[in-house]
């Protein structure tokens, strides 16, 4: 048996060989991936006509009436296209239906419209786009392509943020950028092929470089909130956001800019997006804590010490798609790091009691919000993602 054979599993305490650990892993995904599929179909069947953001007492609200404009309103329906897609089960296709004309509302809404449109309508109307090639998704698609390009600022090089809160535009907010616009870019790219227009290509890709120049520290950890002058293009400073503060390391935060940048890397094939998306996640890979859940900042103190699962789920995808790209010695790197991370959120965060909506727990939007650890639906969703990519079941939605 050679040293590689005997190396220690991440699955266990156990030492296995090569093969036995590689048949282990693929065990314990495929149990995974059974018990999410034994939870969702009652999940789906009990929540039809919801658009969910968040349980109480294991109960799903209904973000959907109360907010549809709501950046997290795409990922229940992406969560059914993604389970529509592995099973074929018509409960899944019909929540994803019924989610998605329910975001008309918002796209009529000019003030609800912000940069999160990607993550809106990729997970719904590109999906279905994909899927079934219904042309009233994919012009709801482009109708919300067109708005994000429309926010681009030519001479700060970057796709504004936020619209004013009270849609009193005063220009405050008109200066803001956020490194979660990453995850925006690939509604730019689909719509560039969509319609053979390169425009969308170049506004993506200015966005990108003035992510990548202004957002990434040369530590690899990322910024959040960035104020140009939207008069100059001048870049004016950063802003505290959702981490712990100004200086921090908002997780989530370094988990889209590593999951956004590799898209942007697999739209593009500039190597500089697979360069950034490699410096953030050894960044992130460096200060996995040893239980692998991943706090709501890499910075914050020790007390109180929040933890938010959604970073973790979120970039294990993205340290997914990272290992397809890299050297074949740098693979297993990523998808070690993706694996334990997984393995630690499924045996140790996530409910999987039927009777109970939410899968992911100890969920955090803020660290300075008033609550905390809690269940959001992107949890669920990128949890369910991730697991996909590793059965190869996944619908690629980016
Ligand atoms: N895009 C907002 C967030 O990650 O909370």
Sequence with gaps: MSLEDEKTN?????????????????????????????KEKKVAERNRSKIPYTTKDGVFD????????????????????????????????????????????????????????????????????????DMASRNRALLAADNL?????????FIRAWNNWDGNEDGSFAGRAIIDCMMNLPLLYWAGDELHDPKFYHIAKMHADTAMNYFIREDGSAKHIIEFNAETGEYLHSVGGQGYGHGSSWTRGQAWAVYGFILSYIHTKQERYLETSKKVADYFIANIPESKLIPVDFRQPETPAYEDSTAAAIVSCGLLELAKYVPENEKSKYKDAALEMLKALADKRCNWDENVDNLV??????????????SIIYGDYYFIEAIWKLMDKELFIW
């Design 62 to 133: 209904d973000k959907g009436k109360t907010e549809i404009c709501w950046w997290t309103n795409g990922f229940w329906g992406g969560m059914m296209w993604q389970l529509y897609h592995a099973t074929k089960e018509p409960v899944y296709l019909e929540n994803a239906l019924r989610t998605e004309i329910r975001l008309d509302e918002n796209l009529m809404n000019r003030q609800g419209m912000d940069h999160d449109s990607g993550f809106k309508w990729m997970p719904t109307s590109v999906a279905h786009y994909h899927l079934t090639g």
């Design 10 to 38: 991440y699955l266990g305490m156990m030492s296995v060989g090569k093969k036995g650990r590689i048949c282990m892993e693929r065990e314990w995904i495929s149990e995974v991936y059974d018990k999410i599929l034994a």
């Design 149 to 157: 390009a429309g926010r681009f600022n030519p001479v700060g090089r």
């Design 361 to 374: 727990e100890k969920c955090t939007a803020a660290y300075h919000d008033p609550e905390h650890e809690f």
